[in-house]
């Protein structure tokens, strides 16, 4: 059983930047995808950026691209996602996610709780 607990999020006014953390629990993070999910009410939960066990390797989606960045620190077993540029339309619950094979497809095995952001115009 892993457990991940999201912190960072907040207000913030549009052009504005988050980063948010997340902690995991277990000896074997190292080797874990991490990703992060977010969903704003009345949509689906999406993808928004995931990074590899070995960090050799990130997936973006299309609508952050350019302007967020994940990343992990395994000594830390903490990943992290940095938004800069943010929009109203990033507005949602973010969701950490981690899974021993990949987060991009399927659902991944294991959520924190969510943290909100929310983007004023």
């Known amino acids: 059983q892993v457990q991940l607990v999201e912190s960072g999020g907040g207000l913030v006014q549009a052009g504005g930047s988050l980063r948010l953390s997340c902690a995991a629990s277990?000896?074997?993070?190292?080797?874990?995808?991490m990703g992060w999910f977010r969903q704003a009410p009345g949509k689906e939960c999406d993808i928004v950026a995931a990074?590899?066990?070995?960090?050799?390797?990130?997936y973006y989606a299309d609508s952050v691209k350019g302007r967020f960045t994940i990343s992990r620190d395994n000594a830390k077993n903490t990943v992290y996602l940095q938004m800069n540029s943010l929009k109203p339309e990033d507005t949602a619950v973010y969701y950490c996610?981690?899974?021993?094979?990949?987060?991009?497809?399927?659902?991944?095995?294991?959520w924190g709780q969510g943290t909100q952001v929310t983007v004023s115009s």
């Open positions: 277990g000896r074997t993070f190292g080797t874990y995808a």
């Open positions: 990074i590899s066990w070995s960090a050799d390797s990130t």
């Open positions: 996610a981690a899974d021993r094979g990949t987060v991009v497809r399927g659902t991944p095995r294991y």
